[in-house]
């Protein structure tokens, strides 16, 4: 594992060099990227969402394609569409953007709903239907997505089935002061400059070992209530889905591995909580009213959910 903690290490290096001040934003990124979950990444316009994406495909030696997605789209500019071949009187099929290892659909919540629901197939089962055949997608396919606020003019909301598809929702912020005078001594005169330095066969090798982190009976059954009390909690009109559940599982142990560990801890389970669950936690209009928002309510179960006794496995002890 010390050799996949090293790479994860040099594309957060490498990434770095452009985010300044985001160290916790590009490691979850990195933890998506082992563990093959789809990013989104909201937050206003400016904050460097659109360079974090596009950082982090160039950082990999894998096919990358941006789409700017505008509210005039259709959805066979995404998947792809069927054009009629004069000569072999037949329709033949022409990939989309859709068609690439890494896909970064910017501003993605800027496209109507038809147009958003284009990649739920793609997202999910990693193919593309069209005119009733369905045609595989290049693997790894990893889509980062960035989102403006709903609250910014003409933007369209993600539906709820979209929102769960994503493994994680990554907010940057604001800088500080230091961190943005940083900014402009280095990139004030000239454009940032990324390299890959992962192959598409690496990051497939890294990836098939994820499964060899142990996570213990205790941890799991912590991980399933935590996800079980989003279904109860008062003023929760939707709570995490079982699909939520196997991305806090998945993602947990590729942040242990990222931290040098052969096993998850309830630390993990607990720094990925609000990244994994947050945009999958639909509130009533009188808990919004209230002021209640899902992150908030992440942080209070985590309070209320008894942590286990933190154990490390016998046949790990020796690689901790």
Avoid at 33 to 55: F, N, R, W, Y
Avoid at 230 to 257: E, N
Wanted: glycine share 6%; proline share 8%.
């Amino acid at each position: 594992m010390q050799d996949v903690q090293a790479i994860a290490q040099r594309i957060t290096d490498n990434v770095e060099k452009v985010i300044v001040g985001k160290h916790d934003a590009v490691q979850l990124t990195v933890v998506a990227l082992l563990c093959q979950g789809h990013v989104l990444i909201e937050d206003v316009p400016g904050t460097g969402k659109t360079m974090l994406a596009k950082s982090v495909a160039r950082s990999l030696g894998c096919s990358f394609r941006r789409i700017q997605f505008t509210p005039d789209m259709l959805p066979s500019d995404v998947t792809g569409v069927s054009v009629f071949n004069q000569k072999t009187r037949e329709f033949e099929f022409r990939p989309g953007p859709a068609f690439v290892n890494i896909l970064l659909a910017d501003e993605v919540n800027r496209a109507t709903p038809r147009t958003q629901s284009a990649l739920l197939e793609a997202m999910e089962e990693f193919q593309v239907t069209a005119d009733g055949v369905t045609h595989p997608l290049p693997r790894p396919f990893l889509v980062l997505a960035t989102q403006n606020p709903v609250e910014l003019e003409g933007t369209f909301p993600l539906p709820e089935a979209q929102l769960d598809r994503f493994l994680l929702r990554i907010h940057l912020g604001y800088p500080t002061a230091v961190e943005e005078e940083q900014i402009l001594l280095r990139f004030a005169d000239q454009p940032a400059d990324i390299h890959p330095v992962l192959s598409t066969e690496d990051l497939s090798r890294i990836q098939a070992l994820m499964p060899d982190i142990h996570l213990a009976d205790d941890i799991r059954r912590y991980l399933v209530e935590i996800v079980q009390t989003t279904r109860d909690w008062p003023g929760v009109m939707l709570g995490g889905s079982p699909r939520a559940s196997l991305a806090l599982y998945r993602g947990a142990r590729a942040l242990a591995c990222l931290r040098g560990r052969t096993y998850v801890l309830p630390d993990d389970i607990k720094h990925l909580a609000p990244a994994v669950l947050g945009h999958r936690i639909l509130l009533s209009a009188q808990a919004r009213a209230t002021g209640q928002n899902p992150s908030g309510i992440v942080s209070e179960i985590l309070e209320k959910v008894p942590v286990p006794v933190e154990t490390i496995p016998e046949r790990n002890a020796a690689h901790a």
